[in-house]
């Protein structure tokens, strides 16, 4: 795992762009494919990848784009649903055209349709190679994509209940919390590691505790962004507020500087 910190949010954003061109270069893949996040974390990262495209320097018009969740009982075309944000705030200025961006399902009325809208998912993303750069961001919580504390290290994309902790945190982006809906369709933990390379942003001191957690606490349920630790080519990209709980800080810079 590798941990790198830098000054301020758009340093992270530029470094962790870098990170995921890399990522996609190292794939050599004609049509690679790219994990997407949502949330205000990876905003300034996908504003330097557009820059990139604009340049380009990267071409994204071949990719195939898997968003990490949804909620569940939005309406179809609902602004704050996943599908629509991401394709006003990443596919448009990524040139990642709508017919590759792939969103869970949260739509179906039935339980039952979820239920196999997710197991497709998993399949959707088998098919397309898996994929090659997931970006990702964590919640306050530790949560990953919506895979609150306490989600099976192994899980596979499902349905699951968001806590009370990511509702409010979210609400921000709604009318009020009665509007935040009570369930998501995530990608599982076990989908998330299947990922070629992980790179988390994180900024400022709200997500400082979690990030500590993650990076150097115990691989556990109990903090679902603990499984970069598993991860083989994971790195974190974090301010110096999100980084200001770390212990090994001194490590971290001697390798990032190449000592
Ligand atoms: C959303 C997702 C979540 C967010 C997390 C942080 O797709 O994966 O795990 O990354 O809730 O959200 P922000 O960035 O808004 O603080």
New binding site residues.
């Given amino acids: 795992m590798e941990v790198l910190v830098l000054p301020t949010p758009a340093d992270v954003a530029r470094r962790a762009a870098e990170v995921v061109i890399d990522g996609l270069a190292a794939a050599r893949r004609t049509a690679p494919v790219i994990g ?8 300034g990262l996908y504003a330097e990848l557009a820059k990139a495209v604009r340049s380009g320097r990267l071409d994204l018009s071949g990719a195939t784009g898997f ?3 949804e909620y569940v009982g939005l309406p179809a075309g609902h602004p704050q649903s ?1 599908r629509a944000v991401l394709l006003r705030e990443v596919c448009e200025p990524l040139g990642l055209t709508s017919e590759r961006l792939h969103v869970p399902d949260g739509s179906g009325p039935e339980e039952d349709e979820l239920v196999s809208g997710a197991t497709e998912y998993e399949r959707l993303i088998r098919d397309a190679g898996g994929v090659d750069v997931q970006i ?5 919580n530790g ?5 609150e504390p306490g989600s099976a290290l192994s899980s596979r994309t499902r349905v699951k209940r968001l806590s009370d902790r ?1 509702r409010h ?2 609400a921000r ?1 709604f009318t009020g919390i009665d509007d935040v809906p009570t369930h998501c369709v ?1 990608q599982g933990l076990g989908t998330v590691l299947d990922a070629r390379r992980l790179v988390l ?2 900024s ?1 001191p ?2 400082a505790e979690a990030v500590a957690a993650a990076l150097e606490g115990p691989l556990s349920a109990s903090c679902p ?1 603990s499984v970069l630790q598993w991860h083989a080519d994971a790195t974190a990209v974090l301010d110096e507020a999100a980084a200001s709980r770390l212990r090994n800080r001194q490590y971290y810079d001697a390798s990032a500087a190449g000592l």
């Fill in positions: 997407l996040a949502t949330g205000s974390s990876p905003l968003a990490l969740d996943y990702l961001g964590i919640g306050a949560h990953l994509g919506f895979n990511t945190d979210n982006f995530t942003v994180a400022g709200a997500k962004a």
